[in-house]
Nanobody, 126 residues
């Protein structure tokens, strides 16, 4: 089973930039679709951005498209979420997720994820 470790959360001002990283380890880690998800206080966890197993296909939630960019380095089993033009509503705990059948389906639903990271807090301040 794959294990995920996130890093890079913190405090950022409105309109600022922040980079999150997630590294996967374990057997066949490179075969997993990986993505970023977030959960704000009192809300359900939602999809943010994802990539298929080799990074050739990327997917975004409408709320972040054009502001966030996801990339993947399979040599390092790492995905990076570059956040720009941040908004107050981007404040949340961001989780890395992995699923061999994930990717495009996350734009519809995120149930049945095979692995989750512990999360990293992103706070956008005014």
């Amino acid at each position: 089973q794959v294990r995920l470790v996130e890093s890079g959360g913190g405090l950022v001002q409105i309109g600022g930039s922040l980079k999150l990283s997630c590294t996967a380890s374990g057997r066949s880690a490179s075969a997993y679709a990986m993505g970023w998800f977030r959960q704000a206080p009192g809300k359900e966890r939602e999809f943010v951005a994802g990539t298929n197993w080799n990074g050739e296909n990327t997917y975004y939630a409408a709320s972040v498209k054009g502001r966030f960019t996801i990339s993947r380095d399979n040599a390092k089993n790492t995905i990076v979420l570059q956040m720009t033009s941040t908004k107050l509503e981007d404040t949340a705990v961001y989780y890395c997720g992995a699923d061999r059948l994930g990717g495009a389906k996350w734009t519809i639903e995120i149930t049945g994820m095979e692995a989750w990271g512990k999360g990293t807090l992103v706070t956008v301040s005014s």
